[in-house]
């Protein structure tokens, strides 16, 4: 199936479920409600539910406690029917979170959606540890994603660039060992807070972040002056609104990055795979098709494997918390990352 037959079933899937009180035609995974407040005081229920392009609208329910729970009822017995789950979260102001759990083909996918023009958030890419031989081929040293953000205060963390590691002997094998504090140099440019850390001999897709904070998505070799964060990836998705094409077919879970026409919204989507039965991951066209459903008019494909991880900091517990399910069992150490710093929040 192409990308255009994908978003057509999209549509068709949409076409089919009831449309709720505010008008908006929710997409089946949104089956399931997310109840965000419940007034002690009146009857009134605030709900969230995803429309079909993945973003949050917010309806206002008059209702009684046995109409609740038929409403309930109703919710689960639809979420059943349809065996999908939708349910959506607020940890920052500015930071919405998406995730979908699918049965056809088996599907769990986290989605981050950030406000670029919130004043309080900041986008950063931060490598692993020091770099271990100086002007020698590696660059930095592998890390836990959740270790770089607890260093450098992050909201919310994925997974960055593609990266290579020293082959090491071991009971006469030859093996690629991804421990943390061993040697990596990242395969694209890299840059943070305005230091250029890597270069590439061959342009590469990458998300960058100005020094005046604007953010976009373009190919580069080396980081200009004012290219003050910068995370690679290996292959575009989306390039000006129009679909690149890919011949690889292969499913794997993903990371991946796209902004929307005006660059106000950042989109992170984290898929898991290699879990059957569970989660199979997305191919290319999977993941353009659900780049363009969520809005995006630029993406890039990130790191992807065992390193696919989103994590976020629990504002209560200041604590982060890995949303997906890493195919290692825990988050693999990495060779850098591109995380969210939210002022307000580290302040409480």
Same mark, same amino acid.
């Given at each position: 199936?192409?990308?255009?037959?994908?978003?057509?079933?999209?549509?068709?899937?949409?076409?089919?479920?009831?449309?709720?009180?505010?008008?908006?035609?929710?997409?089946?995974?949104?089956?399931?409600?997310?109840?965000?407040?419940?007034?002690?005081?009146?009857?009134?229920?605030?709900?969230?539910?995803?429309?079909?392009?993945?973003?949050?609208?917010?309806?206002?329910?008059?209702?009684?406690?046995?109409?609740?729970?038929?409403?309930?009822?109703?919710?689960?017995?639809?979420?059943?029917?349809?065996?999908?789950?939708?349910?959506?979260?607020?940890?920052?102001?500015?930071?919405?979170?998406?995730?979908?759990?699918?049965?056809?083909?088996?599907?769990?996918?986290?989605?981050?959606?950030?406000?670029?023009?919130?004043?309080?958030?900041?986008?950063?890419?931060?490598?692993?540890?020091?770099?271990?031989?100086?002007?020698?081929?590696?660059?930095?040293?592998?890390?836990?994603?959740?270790?770089?953000?607890?260093?450098?205060?992050?909201?919310?963390?994925?997974?960055?660039?593609?990266? &290579?590691?020293? +082959?090491?002997?071991?009971?006469? #094998?030859? %093996? !690629?060992?991804?421990?943390?504090?061993?040697?990596? @140099? /990242?395969?694209?440019?890299?840059?943070?807070?305005?230091k250029v850390w890597s270069t590439s001999k061959e342009t590469r897709p990458?998300?960058?972040?100005?020094?005046?904070?604007?953010?976009?998505?373009?190919?580069?070799?080396?980081?200009?002056?004012?290219?003050?964060?910068?995370?690679?990836?290996?292959?575009?998705?989306?390039?000006?609104?129009?679909?690149?094409?890919?011949?690889?077919?292969?499913?794997?879970?993903?990371?991946?990055?796209?902004?929307?026409?005006?660059?106000?919204?950042?989109?992170?989507?984290?898929?898991?795979?290699?879990?059957?039965?569970?989660?199979?991951?997305?191919?290319?066209?999977?993941?353009?098709? &659900?780049?363009? +459903?969520?809005?995006?008019?630029? #993406?890039? %494909? !990130?790191?992807?494997?065992?390193?696919?991880?989103? @994590? /976020?900091?629990?504002?209560?517990?200041?604590e982060f918390r890995i949303l997906n399910a890493p195919t290692d069992g825990?988050?693999?150490?990495?060779?850098?990352?591109?995380?969210?710093?939210?002022?307000?929040?580290?302040?409480?």
């Amino acid at each position: 199936m192409n990308i255009v037959q994908h978003v057509s079933e999209l549509k068709q899937r949409r076409k089919g479920a009831k449309t709720q009180s505010d008008g908006v035609r929710p997409s089946p995974g949104a089956a399931a409600w997310l109840i965000s407040r419940v007034s002690n005081t009146s009857k009134r229920l605030d709900v969230e539910h995803c429309c079909g392009r993945g973003r949050p609208h917010s309806g206002v329910f008059i209702c009684k406690p046995l109409s609740y729970l038929f409403i309930v009822v109703l919710t689960v017995l639809s979420t059943r029917a349809l065996a999908e789950i939708s349910v959506t979260n607020r940890p920052f102001a500015g930071i919405a979170i998406f995730s979908e759990t699918r049965t056809n083909p088996p599907t769990r996918l986290f989605v981050a959606e950030i406000d670029l023009t919130n004043p309080h958030i900041q986008l950063h890419v931060a490598p692993g540890g020091a770099d271990p031989d100086g002007d020698g081929k590696w660059e930095t040293t592998l890390m836990r994603p959740t270790m770089i953000a607890e260093r450098e205060k992050f909201a919310l963390v994925v997974n960055g660039d593609f990266y &290579e590691v020293p +082959r090491v002997e071991e009971g006469g #094998a030859t %093996n !690629l060992v991804y421990r943390v504090a061993g040697w990596a @140099a /990242v395969h694209g440019p890299a840059a943070s807070s305005g230091k250029v850390w890597s270069t590439s001999k061959e342009t590469r897709p990458c998300l960058v972040v100005g020094k005046d904070g604007k953010v976009t998505i373009r190919h580069i070799s080396r980081p200009k002056t004012n290219d003050w964060e910068v995370v690679s990836g290996n292959v575009m998705l989306l390039r000006d609104g129009k679909v690149v094409p890919h011949e690889n077919k292969v499913r794997h879970p993903r990371t991946v990055v796209g902004l929307n026409k005006q660059a106000t919204k950042m989109i992170l989507l984290v898929v898991d795979g290699r879990k059957p039965g569970v989660a199979v991951g997305m191919n290319y066209d999977e993941l353009t098709a &659900e780049m363009l +459903r969520l809005g995006c008019d630029d #993406a890039l %494909n !990130l790191d992807g494997g065992g390193s696919s991880v989103l @994590a /976020v900091r629990d504002a209560v517990k200041k604590e982060f918390r890995i949303l997906n399910a890493p195919t290692d069992g825990r988050e693999r150490a990495v060779a850098n990352v591109l995380g969210v710093t939210v002022e307000a929040a580290l302040k409480r």
